[in-house]
């Protein structure tokens, strides 16, 4: 086995390292896109009858395409050791094909429902093809990774390792259940009220809420308004989020919990290491990542104005996505070894 192809069986399971899957995806759905509305009117029964088709096509790919990868990294004993057995995944088909047929059925339905609801809140009347495209990728993306999810789980599960004839498995990734509990509901409600009830003072302090005759008033974002909805949101995550997730995981290096990176990393061992000043070097990051976003949004699906819930469901995506990226951030920041090495000092120093 040559160099290249071992480092390509050691790359991981696919919902940890699943961007060539997502991007394959994405990329075959949008050629979809091009070759049956480009340069045609868009209703939103086409984008309804799009939808269920993209869960449908989404499934079919991405199944296969996880077994491939899972069959490759089972012999070599490269599967998690440490695997939560569901009753619940076991009793999901084997066969690719008709776990695929599975899933395209649930997602064909759940994805056209989910574009229905959202067009609605938003009340949009008017399709655009730009928009529509990027929309599209958007949500192919989040729809693929939970499909690499599901069949990740499945294809862990004890029942499907009989081929290996007790091959033990050593690998350190993490399987997360993907399954919806009642428990990540509540953190979920939990959070969002949370980060609600805290958006509504800062509000209150910076002049985006209004309180008149008794009644709390919440002010419309305007496309003009960007800036001071990215400074609030840049204050709100560096002080809810940035910074107690610093603590936590310096907390965790200081007490050996946290490994020591084998190689340093130069772009991220400039940031303070203290979690106060951690957060305070993202805050300016955070305000400017915000507004460009915000920016985007308004300006890709054609928004001038939205009300607080509407914004609030952009913001709230916004800051998984980027709560992601601030622990991979900071993971590698506190990994980083605090030994300073001196230069050797030449025979004529000495």
């Given at each position: 086995?040559d160099a290249?192809?071992?480092?390509?069986?050691?790359?991981?399971?696919?919902?940890?390292?699943?961007a060539?899957?997502?991007?394959?995806?994405v990329g075959?759905?949008?050629?979809v896109?091009?070759?049956f509305?480009?340069?045609?009117?868009?209703?939103?029964?086409?984008?309804?009858?799009?939808?269920?088709?993209?869960?449908v096509?989404?499934s079919f790919?991405d199944v296969?395409t996880v077994l491939w990868?899972i069959?490759?990294l089972?012999p070599?004993g490269?599967?998690p050791?440490?695997i939560?057995?569901?009753a619940l995944a076991?009793?999901?088909?084997r066969n690719p094909?008709?776990?695929?047929l599975?899933?395209g059925v649930?997602?064909g339905a759940?994805t056209p429902?989910f574009?229905f609801l959202i067009?609605?809140?938003y009340?949009v009347?008017?399709?655009?093809?730009?928009?529509?495209a990027l929309w599209?990728?958007?949500?192919?993306?989040f729809?693929?990774?939970k499909?690499?999810?599901?069949?990740?789980f499945?294809?862990?599960?004890?029942?499907?390792a009989?081929?290996?004839n007790?091959i033990?498995?050593h690998?350190?990734?993490?399987?997360?259940?993907?399954l919806p509990?009642v428990s990540?509901?509540k953190?979920?409600f939990?959070?969002?009220t949370?980060?609600f009830g805290?958006?509504?003072?800062?509000?209150?302090?910076?002049g985006?809420?209004?309180?008149q005759d008794h009644n709390?008033?919440?002010?419309?974002v305007?496309?003009?308004?960007?800036?001071?909805?990215a400074?609030?949101?840049?204050i709100?995550?560096?002080t809810?989020?940035?910074?107690?997730?610093?603590?936590?995981i310096k907390e965790?290096r200081?007490?050996g919990q946290?490994p020591?990176?084998?190689?340093a990393?130069?772009w991220?061992?400039?940031?303070?290491?203290p979690p106060?000043?951690?957060a305070?070097?993202?805050?300016?990051?955070v305000?400017?990542?915000?507004?460009?976003?915000?920016?985007a949004?308004?300006s890709?699906?054609?928004?001038?104005?939205?009300?607080?819930?509407?914004?609030?469901f952009i913001?709230t995506?916004?800051?998984?996505?980027l709560?992601?990226?601030v622990?991979?951030?900071?993971?590698l920041?506190y990994m980083?070894?605090?030994q300073?090495?001196?230069?050797a000092?030449?025979d004529r120093e000495a």
């Amino acid at each position: 086995m040559d160099a290249r192809k071992g480092k390509d069986w050691t790359i991981g399971l696919p919902y940890v390292d699943n961007a060539r899957t997502v991007c394959i995806t994405v990329g075959i759905n949008l050629a979809v896109a091009f070759l049956f509305f480009f340069g045609r009117p868009i209703t939103l029964r086409s984008i309804l009858l799009d939808a269920s088709i993209c869960g449908v096509i989404t499934s079919f790919i991405d199944v296969p395409t996880v077994l491939w990868r899972i069959k490759r990294l089972r012999p070599l004993g490269r599967l998690p050791k440490n695997i939560p057995e569901s009753a619940l995944a076991m009793r999901l088909p084997r066969n690719p094909l008709l776990l695929s047929l599975l899933l395209g059925v649930l997602f064909g339905a759940v994805t056209p429902l989910f574009n229905f609801l959202i067009i609605r809140f938003y009340e949009v009347s008017t399709f655009s093809f730009t928009g529509f495209a990027l929309w599209r990728i958007l949500y192919t993306c989040f729809l693929s990774a939970k499909i690499v999810e599901i069949a990740v789980f499945r294809y862990v599960q004890p029942d499907c390792a009989s081929e290996t004839n007790g091959i033990m498995q050593h690998g350190d990734d993490a399987v997360k259940d993907p399954l919806p509990r009642v428990s990540t509901f509540k953190q979920w409600f939990n959070t969002v009220t949370d980060d609600f009830g805290f958006n509504v003072l800062v509000g209150l302090l910076l002049g985006g809420t209004l309180v008149q005759d008794h009644n709390v008033i919440i002010a419309p974002v305007y496309r003009s308004g960007i800036a001071i909805s990215a400074l609030i949101l840049g204050i709100i995550v560096t002080t809810r989020m940035v910074y107690p997730l610093a603590k936590t995981i310096k907390e965790g290096r200081d007490s050996g919990q946290l490994p020591t990176a084998v190689d340093a990393c130069r772009w991220v061992a400039w940031l303070p290491r203290p979690p106060a000043k951690f957060a305070l070097a993202l805050l300016l990051p955070v305000i400017v990542s915000s507004m460009a976003v915000f920016q985007a949004v308004f300006s890709f699906f054609g928004f001038e104005v939205l009300d607080f819930f509407q914004f609030f469901f952009i913001r709230t995506l916004f800051v998984s996505l980027l709560s992601k990226g601030v622990v991979r951030l900071a993971l590698l920041r506190y990994m980083q070894s605090e030994q300073r090495h001196e230069p050797a000092m030449t025979d004529r120093e000495a």
